[in-house]
């Protein structure tokens, strides 16, 4: 072998440096338009709906057509088993979906209580104490006319 041939042996086996590439770094540029803040609507008049049952106290509070402002449950309060039920976590709870419905400028409001559970009058004097206004009161619980068969008494 010549000594030609050994150079072009050798040389082909170096790797050149690579270079950086350029796509990469313009693609962290900053774009061009700017992201709009989302306005919150602002809602005086709204419905609240507190649905007790014996396990646990959920609470929406909408505007008047029905579109969902907020909502908070004992559960989602952190409430576990059967702490849920208890008239306190009804009140912490209708505390958290007042305070997120007074985001958009609510102040009064009609109440709908539905079911049979501990936390009824808690949640309404929470939402009252968090300064709304309440209108009207309704019980839309709803009462069986002979339907199904109640489930059989409990032997404690």
């Given at each position: ?18 270079k950086a590439d350029s796509k990469k ?73 007042a305070l997120k419905a007074a985001e ?37 619980s709803p009462i069986a006319h002979n ?10």
């Open positions: 072998m010549s000594t030609e041939e050994i150079k072009k042996k050798s040389d082909s086996g170096k790797k050149e440096p690579k770094a313009d693609s962290k540029k900053k774009s061009k338009f700017k992201a709009k803040k989302k306005e919150k609507k602002v809602v005086i008049n709204g419905k609240a709906f507190v649905n007790a049952t014996f396990n646990n106290t959920i609470i929406s509070i909408t505007d008047k057509d029905g579109n969902v402002l907020s909502w908070s449950s004992a559960g989602s309060k952190g409430f576990k088993g059967s702490r849920k039920s208890t008239p306190y976590a009804a009140q912490v709870a209708a505390d958290d979906a958009y400028g609510l102040k009064n409001i009609d109440v709908e209580v539905k079911g049979p559970g501990s936390g009824r009058e808690t949640a309404l004097r929470a939402l009252q104490a968090r300064g709304f206004k309440i209108l009207s009161i309704k019980d839309t339907g199904c068969r109640p489930p059989k008494k409990r032997r404690v």
